[in-house]
Each structure stands twice: as C-alpha cells, then as structure tokens.
C-alpha cells in the first residue's frame, strides 16, 4: 500500500538520519520533507517504529513525523504542479516489469 511519509524536523543531523532511512526504504522524496511509495506492512512497521524513536529520543518539542497510509485512488487523483512526478503506475501497482 502506498505511504505518504513527512516530518517537521528542526535539527539538521536528525532531518539527515530521518531523510536516509526513508530514502533506504525505498520510497521517493517528492519533497524536501515528503516522501510517497509503496512499502509492505513488516517493513513499514520496522521503518516506522525506527523513526518514531529517533523523534522521540532526539527531537526537540515542535518536531513532527507524520506517517499516512494512502489509497490507489486518492494516488490516481493526486494533483501536481512543478517539476515533481511520481510514477503513479508503480503506486498503484499497474506498472508491470519484464524481465527477459
């Protein structure tokens, strides 16, 4: 299922241990604090639970992380403007790969 991840993180060196464990997850940056991909649900918990404690243990009091499941539809309804553009097949599972 795809996943909307985001943070309001105050501290540089926090922002950059957040920003490099979504980045190895596998989801996309789509902006400076935003990402959106696809990701099971035992990686997503393991993710998860891996940034929740970096918050809670190094966050200061007005930081955030926000972790939001996000449907095919509202993916395929989803409105950009600028330069970003997630490949809504590979979020919607229509991308199809053929290995030859």
Do not use: F, W
Request: hydrophobic content about 35%; proline content about 3%.
């Amino acid at each position: 299922m795809p996943h909307l991840i985001c943070y309001d993180i105050t501290a540089d060196g926090l922002r950059a241990k957040l920003s490099k464990k979504i980045n190895e997850s596998g989801l996309d940056r789509i902006n400076k604090s935003v990402y959106l991909g696809t990701i099971g649900d035992s990686s997503l918990n393991m993710l998860e639970q891996g940034l929740a404690k970096l918050v809670q243990e190094q966050g200061g009091a007005d930081d955030s992380l926000i972790v939001l499941p996000v449907t095919i539809h509202q993916v395929e309804e989803m409105r950009i403007y600028g330069r970003i553009d997630p490949e809504r097949e590979e979020l919607t599972g229509e991308k199809s790969t053929l290995i030859l």
